[in-house]
């Protein structure tokens, strides 16, 4: 999911970073480079302006658990701010519902959703891997998305921990 950046792109990306890393995520083409590599305890929340037509709120999380990365549209000057912040909240808190059922569940999260593109790795306890990675015009937005998206999965997993 999260693949390999080549030595040879990151030395030709070196001249964008210059000393420090923590603006990275947020220079859309480059954030692999960093995101593949980062720390554990990496954390970062915010929004960002790149342009006139889209603006963006940034999630990034890794930890033992989880790797994270959203980048999810929240306004722009041809889009309704109002609805975009919604649609970020909904996601926001169904991502979390979705995480709280998994916590203790599966042995590792990876999740990367940005415009036009959802892709997820999810380590399961028996070290078998649940991954999809696919091309959306809207990233999983809503209850129902999420529950239509994972429902097999958590029957999966409902049944891996019952035989445990």
Request: glycine share 4%; charged share 35%; proline share 4%.
């Amino acid at each position: 999911m999260f693949e390999r950046v080549p030595e040879s792109e990151i030395d030709e990306a070196r001249f964008l970073i210059s000393e420090t890393v923590e603006f990275l995520p947020l220079i859309d083409m480059w954030y692999h480079l960093f995101f593949d590599r980062a720390p554990n305890g990496y954390y970062m929340i915010g929004f960002h302006d790149p342009g006139f037509y889209n603006f963006y709120f940034y999630y990034a999380r890794v930890d033992d658990w989880r790797k994270l990365y959203f980048r999810l549209n929240y306004g722009g000057v041809y889009t309704d701010e109002v609805e975009e912040r919604e649609r970020v909240a909904e996601f926001l808190e169904e991502y979390c519902r979705f995480e709280e059922k998994l916590e203790g569940r599966v042995k590792r999260l990876e999740f990367e959703v940005i415009p036009g593109e959802v892709k997820y790795r999810i380590l399961l306890l028996d070290s078998t891997t649940w991954n999809k990675e696919y091309k959306a015009s809207t990233p999983l937005w809503g209850q129902e998305q999420f529950e239509r998206e994972f429902s097999e999965l958590l029957q999966v997993i409902d049944r891996q921990n019952s035989e445990l």
